[in-house]
């Protein structure tokens, strides 16, 4: 069987360089070429993908995040204001309240605790009742009910202060203001504020 030189002596020139080097100390890269090693580029690795495995940073037992429930947002103390005298539209300051124009919003007063059903506190032993959480009305005020108002139905609101028969629609006054109009209650005077401290707005059902 025919056999080749082992080029011990040899001398070889590089197909990328042209220089000459020593037959053994060269090699072939995957495109044919003939180089020295020190000339050698291997293949790219696009050519030459290798297999991926699965994600290694996942995990077996997940626990997604959940989706954040709408929140009360509280109003200034004594935040609502009547228009004029004879009208239902009540002036809400709030700064940087975040509401969408139109969309139906729940007034809640003074959050409070009130007895269950169950267990009333005993004034003569002094055993506590069985108390509950829940939310008192704003305070009345300028002929306006706060019960009118924490009505649990709600109000569609608008943004923005409502001023001369219209909405301003001020980039100031939308984003700290706005106004709805009360079920039945007409203001006795117009421009008085009140509902007391603790008034909320928010969704008409709170979800933890």
């Not at 360089?17 to 090699?27: A, D, I, N, R």
């Not at 495109?31 to 940073?57: C, R, T, W, Y």
Request: proline share 8%; net charge negative; with cysteine.
């Amino acid at each position: 069987m025919a056999k080749f030189a082992t080029g011990k002596y040899a001398r070889a020139i590089s197909d990328r360089s042209g220089l000459e080097f020593p037959y053994t100390e060269m090699v072939r890269e995957w495109n044919g070429s003939f180089v020295h090693v020190s000339e050698f580029e291997p293949k790219q690795p696009q050519l030459e993908p290798k297999p991926m495995n699965g994600d290694a940073i996942s995990l077996r037992n997940i626990r997604p995040d959940r989706e954040a429930p709408a929140v009360l947002g509280m109003i200034p103390e004594n935040g609502f204001e009547t228009y004029a005298s004879g009208s239902r539209v009540i002036n809400v300051s709030f700064p940087g309240h975040g509401l969408t124009n139109g969309t139906t919003y729940r007034f809640r007063g003074q959050p409070t605790t009130a007895p269950g059903t169950g267990t009333p506190p005993d004034p003569v032993t002094g055993v506590n009742g069985n108390s509950v959480f829940a939310f008192s009305n704003p305070q009345d005020f300028d002929g306006i009910t706060g019960s009118n108002i924490a009505k649990a139905a709600g109000y569609a609101i608008t943004t923005g202060l409502y001023v001369d028969d219209a909405r301003n629609t001020s980039d100031y006054s939308v984003a700290n203001f706005f106004h709805f109009t009360v079920d039945t209650d007409t203001a006795t005077k117009g421009g008085v504020s009140g509902g007391g401290i603790g008034c909320s707005v928010g969704p008409i059902t709170l979800s933890a």
